[in-house]
């Protein structure tokens, strides 16, 4: 039996605190499989993403590209959300997991800023009968789970150009398709 994870976000973009949260998951053995999700359309965001579903997966894949092997080939983006009609819910994609996986024990990581959320979630109770959660927690929120000092980075720091936490192969993609450009 694997312990598989699925880390989902918005990742407009993934940004190196992202990347941190893989990296210790991995090489502290807390999951053996990382499957990385785009959101599609989030609904307990304030606002839309502002780069496309398929530039996000673009960002995620090239992100972890950038990763040491021993990290990457543990990864994988899956865009089931990002392909999904209609709007994103956790327990859909938790559900394909799931049933992709029926062996394996299946755990939601999300970071304490999500987690004090999740309550609000779409068939909340079901996702925590089909998974296990991972909470990690993020510097400037409530305390709730594991600490793997956590790099204090926001993606709209990012965007605002207030922060260059990101890969740079990650970046020139941004520089290049003049993603957040104001």
């Known amino acids: 039996m694997s312990r598989v994870g699925i880390y989902g976000g918005t990742f407009d973009p993934i940004h190196n605190g992202h990347l941190k949260v ?5 090489e502290k053995k807390i999951i053996d499989k990382l499957i990385l999700v785009p959101a599609g359309q989030p609904l307990l965001r304030e606002n839309a993403p502002i780069a496309s579903g398929a530039d996000r997966r673009t960002m995620c894949q090239l992100a972890v590209s950038s990763l040491p092997s021993n990290i990457s080939q543990h990864v994988e983006v899956n865009p089931i959300e990002i392909l999904r009609e209609g709007p994103s819910y956790a327990i859909d994609t938790v559900e394909a997991v799931r049933t992709a996986y029926p062996e394996d024990e299946i755990f939601l990581i999300m970071g304490s800023d999500a987690y004090s959320k999740i309550d609000q979630w779409h068939r909340a109770e079901e996702i925590h009968e ?3 959660i991972i909470c990690i927690n993020r510097p400037g929120f409530a305390q709730h789970g594991i600490d793997i000092a956590a790099i204090d980075v926001s993606a709209t720091e990012v965007r605002a150009g207030l922060s ?16 957040y450009d104001n």
């Open 164 to 179: 260059a936490d990101v890969p740079e192969i990650v970046a020139a993609f941004i520089r290049e398709n003049r993603l």
């Open 130 to 132: 089909l998974a296990s």
């Open 22 to 26: 893989i990296s210790q998951l991995i």
